[in-house]
């Protein structure tokens, strides 16, 4: 059975369901296009490869940050809304990878009507490239 | 021994120059649709997704103010003696939904710059809070960046 957004039945552990992203060029040109990020990693691969030793275009930071914050934000959807996000991008992914999102419930507040987070992305590796943690108030 | 000289934490509680922007309907479908979002009031472009201000305030920069690896110079920060960035984080709190038709203000402020000895030398530390509120004063969000240089 999938994870309520119902804070009253809603316990700590309890886990989210998982997403995977497998971004591609046009995705990742379209992000950095609404940001205005000329960043020639996320779209040169010779620059990316030969001058930086990436091996591949590389994902944009705040795109898995974005992503992580979709998996809370598309579990509550209505019901509530994200007070608090926070993730650090620790290692690079890249075009071509398949990316996962999830995590579990660490703490909730009955009184504040807010649940807490531990968030993850992972690669195919299974490193975790980008952990975070959200907080949601349930309305 | 540190790598930060008086000169460069001087910078600490620099702020830039307070940006005004208008959300468009079309830029949070833009956000909305690059990010995959499924949720119909962001695919629609009436309320804005939560990471939907990185857009939003990200600088525009002329082409010719580039550096070759197409990235903008950011004015509000000092030369720093380290220059490889490794990491960066985002540590945002939410105070009001962002909509088509708001007018909101970004006020970005370098609040630290700090050092630490890591296991292959020296790594610098920056923060940068951005305060985004509407034109009448009601916070919309406060996000703290920091970055690692080594």
């Given at each position: 059975?999938?994870?309520?957004?119902?804070?009253?039945?809603?316990?700590?552990?309890?886990?989210?369901?998982?997403?995977?992203?497998t971004p591609d060029n046009i995705q990742l040109f379209f992000y950095n296009a609404i940001l205005w990020n000329a960043h020639?990693?996320?779209?040169?691969?010779?620059?990316?490869?030969?001058?930086?030793?990436?091996?591949?275009?590389?994902?944009a930071g705040p795109m898995l940050g974005d992503w992580l914050a979709?998996?809370?934000?598309?579990?509550?959807?209505?019901?509530g809304m994200v007070q608090r996000v926070e993730y650090s991008n620790r290692m690079a992914s890249?075009?071509?990878?398949?990316?996962?999102?999830?995590?579990?419930?660490?703490?909730?507040?009955?009184?504040?009507?807010?649940?807490?987070?531990?968030?993850?992305?992972k690669n195919e590796a299974g490193d975790v490239i980008t952990p975070g943690k959200v907080t949601v108030r349930f309305d | 021994m540190g790598v930060l000289t008086g000169d460069v934490l001087a910078y600490i509680g620099r702020k830039a120059p307070p940006r005004?922007?208008?959300?468009?309907?079309?830029?949070i479908r833009k956000y909305a649709i690059a990010t995959g979002q499924t949720q119909k009031k962001y695919v629609d472009g009436d309320v804005a997704p939560p990471l939907f201000h990185v857009a939003l305030f990200w600088d525009v920069v002329p082409?010719?103010?580039?550096?070759?690896?197409?990235?903008?110079?950011?004015?509000?920060?000092?030369?720093?003696?380290?220059?490889k960035a490794m990491a960066g984080g985002l540590d945002i709190q939410y105070h009001n939904r962002i909509r088509a038709g708001d007018v909101l203000i970004g006020n970005r402020t370098l609040t630290n710059i700090y050092e630490k000895?890591?296991?292959?030398?020296?790594l610098i530390f920056y923060e940068v809070v951005l305060e985004v509120i509407r034109e009448d004063g009601t916070p919309v969000l406060t996000e703290k960046t920091t970055r690692l240089l080594r």
């Open positions: 059975m999938s994870l309520q957004p119902n804070i009253d039945t809603l316990k700590i552990g309890d886990a989210l369901p998982e997403t995977h992203y020639r990693i996320h779209f040169d691969l010779p620059y990316a490869t030969d001058v930086e030793g990436y091996k591949g275009l590389v994902i979709q998996a809370v934000d598309n579990w509550i959807g209505d019901r890249f075009i071509g990878e398949t990316l996962t999102t999830g995590g579990t419930v660490t703490a909730i507040n009955p009184q504040a009507r807010t649940a807490d987070f531990e968030l993850f992305m | 005004t922007e208008v959300v468009t309907r079309r830029d082409i010719n103010e580039l550096s070759p690896d197409g990235v903008s110079v950011d004015k509000l920060l000092p030369k720093f003696p380290l220059e000895e890591g296991r292959s030398g020296a």
